[in-house]
T-cell receptor, first 116, second 114 residues
Framework: KAGVTQTPRYLIKTRGQQVTLSCSPISGHRSVSWYQQTPGQGLQFLFEYFSETQRNKGNFPGRFSGRQFSNSRSEMNVSTLELGDSALYLC???????????????FGPGTRLTVL | AQSVTQLDSHVSVSEGTPVLLRCNYSSSYSPSLFWYVQHPNKGLQLLLKYTSAATLVKGINGFEAEFKKSETSFHLTKPSAHMSDAAEYFCVVSDRSGYSTLTFGKGTMLLVSP
């Protein structure tokens, strides 16, 4: 079974631009979560989608948004990029909806975003 | 609210010696707890998870962790370190309030010397 895939793996943008990152979950997984990883802040939760609905959102500004499609693939978008948005963005998928506690989440390799 | 504290940012061991990575957690609900490992330029891989079954949890690659509610701890151990264990380890908590949000610790970098 293929793992979680993220595209692109590396991205370089300039301040003020916008960017879209893509995540394809493991086949059959309907829950997709996004995380930002930086040296200073560590791993922080961005948002989680299940059945095309955003179920939970972390403490990030409105410039960060996402969506999920009917095939469970997900995209996240960052508008008006700032230097501080440079990070590794990780996507994770899981089988079950979150009710009753977290199931195991499977992580993709991440997209390394550099903002110049 | 939930939080995780990994007590050491770096741990250095010699190959063949025991490993202990310490983690304390705080959760408003009965938590699920995980340890993930991240090798350089790789994604996160689940080592083990606790979800209210046995308090001593065995994971992959010889790692295990013990859930101690009275101490709110979930320390990760391995009897004998291998060079390939060198990586960053994350202790993670998720409460059972109905969301799958994972809260990560800051990470512990494990260095293994020959």
């Amino acid at each position: 079974k293929a793992g979680v895939t993220q595209t692109p793996r590396y991205l370089i943008k300039t301040r003020g631009q916008q960017v879209t990152l893509s995540c394809s979950p493991i086949s059959g997984h309907r829950s997709v979560s996004w995380y930002q990883q930086t040296p200073g802040q560590g791993l922080q939760f961005l948002f989680e989608y299940f059945s095309e609905t955003q179920r939970n959102k972390g403490n990030f500004p409105g410039r960060f948004s996402g969506r999920q499609f009917s095939n469970s693939r997900s995209e996240m978008n960052v508008s008006t990029l700032e230097l501080g948005d440079s990070a590794l963005y990780l996507c994770a998928s899981s089988l079950e909806p979150p009710s009753g506690g977290a199931g195991e989440q499977f992580f993709g390799p991440g997209t390394r975003l550099t903002v110049l | 609210a939930q939080s995780v504290t990994q007590l050491d940012s770096h741990v250095s061991v010699s190959e063949g010696t025991p490993v202990l990575l310490r983690c304390n957690y705080s959760s408003s609900y009965s938590p699920s707890l995980f340890w993930y490992v991240q090798h350089p330029n790789k994604g996160l891989q689940l080592l083990l998870k606790y979800t209210s079954a046995a308090t001593l949890v065995k994971g992959i690659n010889g790692f295990e962790a013990e859930f101690k509610k009275s101490e709110t701890s979930f320390h990760l151990t391995k009897p004998s370190a291998h060079m390939s264990d060198a990586a960053e380890y994350f202790c993670v908590v998720s409460d059972r309030s109905g969301y799958s949000t994972l809260t990560f610790g800051k990470g512990t970098m494990l260095l293994v010397s020959p």
